[in-house]
């Protein structure tokens, strides 16, 4: 086999390993749509309304909104940090846990 051709060959193989790749790691990243993160994340979402509406009406001071929206953030940190260490979801166990802390948070936004 002639040089120029073998390099080729090396070549089309090396572009077809990297295109693999990166198709296989783009899967991982559409795993923030597991069911479990996407519970969590839709709660998050529906409670970063409920402190923005509570705010607007005047049931809570800015203060108040700044310190629930510091505590969603922790949650949300917490839930990421979790999917990282499990390719992209979350255990039914640490779930739990993240409902846990937004029951909590809840709880303070309907005072």
């Not at 060959?9 to 198709?23: E, N, Q, R, Y």
């Not at 749509?33 to 800015?62: M, T, Y």
């Not at 846990?97 to 809840?106: A, F, G, H, K, Q």
Request: glycine share 2%; proline share 1%; charged share 30%.
């Amino acid at each position: 086999m002639k040089l120029t051709t073998r390099l080729m060959l090396i070549s089309l193989s090396a572009l077809s390993f990297a295109t693999l790749s990166a198709t296989a790691s783009a899967e991982t990243a559409w795993q923030k749509q597991h069911p479990r993160r996407a519970e969590v994340n839709h709660r998050l979402a529906n409670q970063d309304k409920r402190i923005h509406q509570e705010r607007k009406e005047g049931e809570i001071s800015k203060q108040q909104a700044q310190q629930l929206h510091q505590q969603d953030r922790a949650i949300r940190r917490q839930e990421r940090a979790d999917a990282r260490l499990h390719h992209g979801h979350i255990t039914k166990q640490e779930q739990k846990t993240l409902n846990r802390e937004e029951n909590t948070v809840s709880k303070e936004i309907g005072k």
